[in-house]
Nanobody
Framework: QVQLVESGGGLVQAGGSLRLSCAAS????????MGWFRQTPVKEREFVAA????????AYADSVKGRFTISRDNAKNTAYLQMNSLKPEDTAAYYC?????????????????WGQGTQVTVSS
């Protein structure tokens, strides 16, 4: 059974940092592109970042470029999202996802497996 479990969310002041982790089980992470998405009660799930299987290529939403960094450790079957210079508008539930196609998908329908999400709240 495939499971993706996010952790590392919480409450942080604007300008602060958080590091999210996504631990995978039931699949070999190195076979999947990993992505991060976020969602609020009033906005659809939106793309944040993606990294390909070998960590050679990555993609970011314009809103997080230069502030967020996606990475992965295939040996640990874990993906990460380092979030710096956080803003109140980054407040959302953050989800990791796995895509078997090998691309750098930015659409939620590109992904095969999803975690349950972790809440990030940035106070002003």
């Amino acid at each position: 059974q495939v499971q993706l479990v996010e952790s590392g969310g919480g409450l942080v002041q604007a300008g602060g940092s958080l590091r999210l982790s996504c631990a995978a089980s039931g699949l070999t992470l190195s076979s999947y592109t990993m992505g991060w998405f976020r969602q609020t009660p009033v906005k659809e799930r939106e793309f944040v970042a993606a990294i390909n299987r070998g960590a050679i290529s990555s993609a970011y939403a314009d809103s997080v470029k230069g502030r967020f960094t996606i990475s992965r450790d295939n040996a640990k079957n874990t993906a990460y999202l380092q979030m710096n210079s956080l803003k109140p508008e980054d407040t959302a539930a953050y989800y990791c996802a796995a895509d078997s196609s090998g691309g750098l998908g930015q659409g939620k329908y590109d992904y095969d497996y999803w975690g349950q999400g972790t809440q990030v709240t940035v106070s002003s």
